[in-house]
């Protein structure tokens, strides 16, 4: 378990003096329960690390973006603080490895299960605040979400891409895009859903997810990009 935490302090650029603050953001409350310490897992640390997370990055959104106002500021703080963005982040650094869970978790896929990493993604926010104060949480999110803070509009046009894709198609062709879900496959504790947008009859994109929404909206992204592409700036394609 040492060089686990080693090769987590590595990446969050920390090591820390109190390592069980560590220990606990990584405990499931699974895992606390069947070791009979039913108060020792990382719910706390998860409720201070998601309010440490939004204040941090309510600074960075702020500074990028000296000319947006209140709404805009709040879009893109919410687009990087919910789950999907969490989870992404958790699985980047492996965090899934390192969770401590329960015998029956485990074999329940609870190591991937975006609600867990999501959830251990905040409380090693929390112990890392509590370890090495607003510094040292705000030198690793700047590292890990500068640029996403940077790219501001273009991250939330990404992030609703469906209804991108569905005023674009409107503007261009007068009617909307469908979807369709092309297969499920994997086991059930971690399915992998592949959807399809079609537009008058014309299948535009396919995309792979671990939801059918996730793969509908990677799918809705790449329809856009080939439509952008397609039609240029000047978005001339007659309407049937």
């Keep these: 378990m040492d060089l686990a935490l080693e090769k987590l302090e ?3 650029g920390h090591s820390f003096a109190d390592r069980e603050l560590l ?11 069947e070791h009979k310490v039913p108060w020792h897992h990382n719910q ?8 440490v997370l939004e204040l941090v990055l309510s600074r960075m959104v702020f500074d990028a973006h000296p000319d947006w106002q209140e709404g805009d500021l709040s879009k893109l703080r919410a687009a990087l603080c919910r789950e999907s963005s ?4 958790a699985s980047r650094m492996n965090l899934g490895e390192h969770l401590r869970l329960g015998k029956g978790e485990t074999k329940g896929g609870g190591a991937q299960r975006p609600s867990n990493l999501a959830d251990a993604y905040e409380a090693v926010i929390g112990a890392l605040f509590l370890d090495g104060g607003l510094a040292a949480v705000t030198t690793f ?8 803070v940077r790219r ?19 503007q261009l062709y007068h009617t909307l895009p469908e979807y369709t879900l092309l297969t499920v496959d994997g086991p059930d504790h971690e399915p992998l859903f592949k959807a399809a947008v079609w537009l008058r009859g014309e299948q535009l994109a396919t995309a792979t997810g671990k939801t059918r ?21 000047r978005l001339t394609c007659p309407a049937d």
Aim: aromatic share 4%.
């Design 10 to 12: 590595t990446y969050l």
């Design 23 to 33: 220990l606990e953001a990584l405990t499931h409350p699974s895992f606390a329960a």
């Design 44 to 51: 706390r640390l998860e409720f201070l690390g998601d309010a």
């Design 86 to 89: 969490l989870v992404e982040r």
């Design 141 to 148: 999110l700047t590292g890990e979400l500068m640029e996403s």
């Design 152 to 170: 501001g509009q273009a991250l939330l046009s990404e992030q609703n891409a469906k209804g991108t894709l569905q005023e674009l198609t409107q």
């Design 213 to 233: 929404k996730a793969a509908e909206k990677t799918a809705a992204q790449l329809a856009l990009q080939q439509v952008r592409e397609r039609d240029g700036t």
